[in-house]
């Protein structure tokens, strides 16, 4: 039917001989006319409310919305379900997309040493060759706790953790010690750290 439209636009031609072309009645055409037109209208009511409630809420996502606007539809006479709304919002881009919550966790100008970086071109052959090691925050309902890891750059395997309430360095070399104690000896190892 879109094709019609474009053919219609640009041609100039007549409504059934158009439709002739594209093997279509030129009553089809018009009940497609029709119910497209209906459609748009009803979605630009659905839109107009949702900037009402959005001025409300500027962050509110689509089912809170739904939730929201759900009387509303009903005494307006509009049948909008959870999928139709939000084909709606996409159609319009008026979807609210997630912020993500962010830590920042490396500082790197600081007023400490800065080591060489040994691994930068270094290929990695054998295991306990290259272990890497980072810290990641784990949210509890009593705040963070902070998780440091060891892990074998050949193998992918962590080889030492540790669990602690602070980021103090103790936290590192507990996991640090851990993963000594379960390899061993291990010559001419790079321990990487940011």
Request: charged residues 25%; glycine residues 6%.
């Amino acid at each position: 039917m879109l094709s019609v439209e474009k053919v219609r636009s640009t041609s100039g031609g007549s409504c059934e001989s158009v439709c002739q072309c594209f093997g279509l009645h030129r009553d089809a055409y018009y009940k497609y006319k029709k119910r497209h037109t209906k459609q748009q209208q009803r979605e630009l009511q659905v839109i107009e409310l949702v900037k009402r409630e959005r001025l409300l809420q500027p962050r509110v996502g689509t089912r809170k919305l739904l939730m929201a606007l759900h009387i509303t539809f009903g005494v307006m006479g509009l049948k909008v379900g959870r999928d139709e709304l939000f084909r709606i919002l996409r159609k319009y881009n008026l979807l609210i997309t997630r912020k993500k919550s962010y830590c920042k966790t490396t500082d790197s100008y600081h007023r400490f040493h800065k080591y060489n970086n040994l691994i930068k071109d270094l290929e990695v052959t054998r295991r306990n060759q290259v272990w890497v090691s980072d810290i990641t925050y784990i949210r509890t309902y009593n705040g963070f706790c902070y998780l440091a890891l060891i892990t074998d750059l050949y193998f992918r395997k962590i080889v030492g953790y540790d669990i602690s309430n602070s980021l103090e360095l103790s936290g590192c070399l507990r996991a640090l010690s851990r993963a000594i104690k379960g390899v061993g000896k291990a010559n001419g190892l790079i321990h990487h750290s940011d």
